[in-house]
């Protein structure tokens, strides 16, 4: 069983700053890929951004240059420093694992979100 435990959303004005802090625990053997997705009310969920074993990156065009995803000590740890926050970027924000458990099975997890409001 792996669990994931996010924080950090919360209410900003726009321009602001927030981050995102998302921690892997369990039967992990191995962690692929972790990163975030977010929800805004009436729109389907999309990738904000996403980080693999190798730590290659990947952002969706609208947090480009705004957003950065990096990994914690523990690498079952990762954050999303996100800046210069627009309203558009007001959605429930999901943590993601994907990676093996101690059985070789391979999961795919999420987080139970967190909310970030930019309000203008």
């Known amino acids: 069983q792996v669990q994931l435990v996010e924080s950090g959303g919360g209410l900003v004005q726009a321009g602001g700053s927030l981050r995102l802090s998302c921690a892997a625990s369990?039967?992990?053997?191995?962690?692929?890929?972790m990163g975030w997705h977010r929800q805004a009310p009436g729109k389907q969920r999309e990738l904000v951004a996403s980080?693999?074993?190798?730590?290659?990156?990947l952002y969706d065009d609208s947090v480009k240059g705004r957003f950065t995803i990096s990994r914690g000590n523990v690498r079952s740890t990762v954050y999303l420093q996100m800046n210069s926050l627009k309203p558009e970027d007001t959605a429930v924000y999901y943590c993601?694992?994907?990676?093996?458990?101690?059985?070789?099975?391979?999961?795919?997890?999420w987080g139970q979100g967190t909310l970030v409001t930019a309000s203008s």
């Open positions: 993601f694992f994907q990676g093996y458990n101690g059985d070789l099975r391979f999961l795919e997890v």
């Open positions: 369990g039967n992990i053997l191995r962690t692929n890929k």
């Open positions: 980080m693999d074993s190798g730590d290659n990156t």
